[in-house]
Nanobody, 125 residues
Framework: QVQLVESGGGLVQAGGSLRLSCAAS????????MGWFRQAPGKEREFVAN????????YYADSVKGRFTISRDNAKNTVYLQMNSLKPEDTAVYYC??????????????????WGQGTQVTVSS
């Protein structure tokens, strides 16, 4: 069992930056691939970014590529999402999720077993 707790959300102006953190409990964090997803009001949850267990292979949705960076620190059981050049369309609740081995499709939310409660990100124009 893994528990995930996101933090770092908030209100920011367009063009600004935020850094989200997701702290995981449990001793097997380093075995999990980790992902970030988001859900805006009235929209379906969408993939944002994924990182493999070792942190060597990040993967991004086209909508955030070049602006967001996913990273992880296995010693701290934490995954991060650095968000730069934020746009109003980035406004959503952001969720982190854990995908235990055997790993599934990185962009598919159904592959992830554990989810955090979410943190709100609001970008004003």
């Amino acid at each position: 069992q893994v528990q995930l707790v996101e933090s770092g959300g908030g209100l920011v102006q367009a063009g600004g930056s935020l850094r989200l953190s997701c702290a995981a409990s449990g001793r097997t964090f380093s075995n999990y691939a980790m992902g970030w997803f988001r859900q805006a009001p009235g929209k379906e949850r969408e993939f944002v970014a994924n990182i493999n267990w070792s942190g060597t292979s990040p993967y991004y949705a086209d909508s955030v590529k070049g602006r967001f960076t996913i990273s992880r620190d296995n010693a701290k059981n934490t995954v991060y999402l650095q968000m730069n050049s934020l746009k109003p369309e980035d406004t959503a609740v952001y969720y982190c999720a854990a995908d235990p081995p055997p790993y599934g499709l990185r962009w598919n939310d159904k592959e992830y077993t554990y989810w955090g409660q979410g943190t709100q990100v609001t970008v004003s124009s």
